[in-house]
Structure formats: C-alpha cells, structure tokens
C-alpha cells in the first residue's frame, strides 16, 4: 500500500470505492437527487462531497452549503437536550412521567377489540422517562409509518381519528392532551416501537425548564456549538440553499413532495417537534457528531458528561435484548437482528448477530433517507444527507458500512 493513501489508519483508495458506488448506483440512474456525505476518522476528514441536484426541476447542483429537512435525524438533539436536564438533578430515568404530566396518570392499555367496543385496562407499571427515551412507552407512531394499503390496528386508528401528527395545527400542549386519550399499545417496559414519544420529550424539556422547547435547543446547544444553520423554520435569506425533498414511487421515478419555493419548513409551525421537525446542514450536524465521538464537549463548550452519553448509548432494552425480541410494528430507522436502542439512539451490539461491522456505535437517520453514526471504538463517524421519503427505499446504511469499514486497516 502506498503510504500516501494510508490516511488516520483508512485505506483512502479502498473509501472512494464509496463515492463510486453512489454515483453507480444511485446518482447516475436517477435513484436519488443529489446527496452529501462526511466520512472522518481521528479528527481527520477522508472524503466529504456535495453530487447531484438539490432541485431537479431547476437542475440546481448540490451546493457545499445546501439546507436538509433530517426529519428523525432531530431526536437525537431532543434527547441531548432532556439529559442536559438530568445532569442537573432534575428528573431520574425511572421518574413516572405522570410527574410532570399529571393528566397522564389515567393512561390505559390496549386489551382487544375496536372503536366503542374496544377493552383497556390499566397499566401493569406506570410510564417512566426511560420509557419514552428508548421507545418502550407504550406510544407508537400511530398509521403514519404504514405502507399504503396496510391494515390499521385499532390503536393506530384511534391516533388516526384524533389527527395525532406533529403537522396537524395542534400546539405541543394540544398534542399532548391528545395524547392522554390514546390506550398504550402495550405496557411501559414489555416491547418496543418506533413512536411519537420524543415529541413527549420536546414538551418534557418545556416543563422541566420552563422555556419552550425551540428556545431551549437554540440557547443550549445550537448557540452553543456554533450550529447557525439548524432550525425549525427555514429564515427567508436562506430559503434558496434549502433542498428539494422528493418522494419514491413505484415507477422509480421521483416525486417533488416539497418545493423549497413554497416550503412547509419557511413558516413558524405551530408544534417544534423533537421527533422530526429541524431542517439542518452539513456543516452543523457534523458539530453535533463531533460532540457525540468527544464524549460530550467540543471545543472547549462541553454539553453533556462522557458518562451520561455512556449511558445514553448503552443498551436499554430489558434483559439486554435486541430489537427483533421486542419490536412490533412495521417501521423504524434500523434494522433490528443484533441491534439494541439506548436513550435516543440504536446501536450495534454484536456484529455477527447484526451481519455488520461496527459494534458499540450508535446512530440514528430521518425519513427522507438522511443517516449518521459513531464509532467512539473506531473513533469515526459518517453523515450523509439526501431528500428521498422513505427512508427505507433503500438499505443505505448497511451499503455504506460494508464499504467504509472496509477501508480501516490501523
């Protein structure tokens, strides 16, 4: 090998097998728009590039500094923040959220049948904080993550007749309300699934630092690492680097879903979601990944304790189980074999159970196929950016690790 292309022990020839493989496969037959991708080890960035279009119609090429709606990429940012609250002793995990929630305190649990005729009991164990930041609550995402055509379970419809969606109109505290009508597919702590709850937690950092929620983010993490360019509402002098978001449809073609021109994301929305709702870039979720693989400080600002984010990123899912023991449901960002959930973040706990390399990262992705993780063991993270619904189109995450591990010899 020469030692020229022996970069923070990465076989560079071997990584740009990646940027190969996205033109090949994606870019060239029209499979995705545009994308970035970050790929950086030991502090040292090995390959990072802007290709394709971020607006087709326009033929508008990716620019350096384009906008991304991450969609779920906002959770872990929402989890962040309500732990930047339990360093400071004010709630422990196992805290009953019908503390803070008082109305909560009635929750039931779905038994069978549907409607008028449906039958509920109360919960074996009340709904806890760990609960709602490691998706065992009881809450699911409703039928919004269904395929078209699928059967809605009861539970699901009764989300589906309260309009229970982050983009319904509802203010937080609306949603919140509406939530409490809602049974809990099954008890706090007995399964997982992808869910609504850390839009519960966005409204728990409301309540516990009396600031509401977008405030609390843009003063406590986005101001402090220097992140200009995340929000929930895209300002109007930077309306024109936000990317295009397409949808995939059968034919394989793509579906403009939102004009950056007539954008959902340039108006104040009525709920700042913490499940889904920050636009961001390049540039600022990669201060963010930097943060995370530091243990929780970067350039001298430290947001969280390297143990806390220990914590988070441990599994904690009951008996040390992965995914596919406990998952129902028929979506998240994550396949499930060998694959755990800490607070706020999947991680790979064996790699011959996951079929993948990369045990002890954690990471995380958002709807419109946008992805992160980090490897603190490797000391590397990789963020790539597109704007493609939905995320499971195509299995990117499990493509680009093959190949980027690939390329780690020292």
Request: hydrophobic share 40%.
């Amino acid at each position: 090998m020469n030692s020229a292309t022996l970069v923070a022990g990465v076989d560079t020839r071997r990584l740009q097998r990646l940027s190969a493989h996205l033109q090949r496969q994606y870019l060239e037959p029209g499979r995705i728009p545009g994308y970035q991708l970050l790929v950086a080890r030991r502090g040292q960035v090995l390959l990072q590039e802007s290709s394709g279009l971020m607006d087709v119609a326009r033929a508008r090429p990716m620019q350096d500094d384009a906008l991304f709606r991450i969609y779920s990429m906002t959770k872990p940012i929402t989890t962040v923040a309500l732990m930047m609250l339990y360093e400071e002793g004010r709630f422990l995990l196992n805290d009953p959220v019908q503390r803070f929630i008082p109305r909560w305190k009635d929750q039931r649990v779905w038994i069978s049948g549907a409607g008028a005729d449906m039958q509920t009991r109360p919960p074996r164990q009340p709904m806890t904080m760990r609960h709602l930041l490691n998706h065992s609550s009881g809450l699911t995402y409703g039928a919004a993550l269904l395929p078209v055509g699928a059967k809605v379970d009861p539970v699901d419809q009764v989300y589906r007749d309260l309009q229970l969606n982050t983009r319904s109109g509802d203010t937080l505290a609306q949603f919140i309300d509406k939530l409490a009508q809602v049974p809990l597919r099954y008890d706090p702590g007995e399964a997982w699934a992808y869910s609504l709850a850390t839009d519960v937690c966005g409204y728990l950092v409301e309540l516990i630092s009396g600031q509401p929620f977008e405030q609390f983010v843009q003063q406590r993490i986005f101001g402090p690492l220097g992140m200009a360019d995340t929000f929930f509402t895209v300002p109007p002098d930077k309306l024109p680097r936000l990317s295009a978001c397409y949808r995939h449809d059968p034919f394989k073609k793509l579906v403009l879903i939102d004009d950056p021109q007539a954008s959902a994301w340039a108006k104040v929305p009525a709920l700042h979601s913490g499940g889904g709702g920050l636009v961001s870039s390049l540039a600022d979720y990669r201060r963010f990944c930097d943060l995370l693989l530091r243990g929780g400080e970067l350039d001298g600002v430290r947001l969280l304790g390297p143990r806390t984010l220990a914590l988070m990123t441990a599994n904690h899912l009951p008996g040390g189980k992965d995914l596919t023991q406990l998952a129902i449901g028929a979506f998240s960002e994550t396949q499930h074999q060998g694959v755990g959930f800490g607070l706020g973040f999947a991680t790979t706990l064996g790699e011959v159970q996951a079929g993948a390399l990369g045990a002890g990262d954690f990471y995380w992705g958002g709807m419109a196929s946008t992805l992160f993780w980090v490897d603190p063991r490797e000391d590397l993270q990789l963020i790539f950016l597109t704007q493609l619904v939905p995320s499971s189109t195509y299995n990117l995450r499990g493509q680009f690790k093959n190949i980027v591990y690939s390329a780690l010899v020292d």
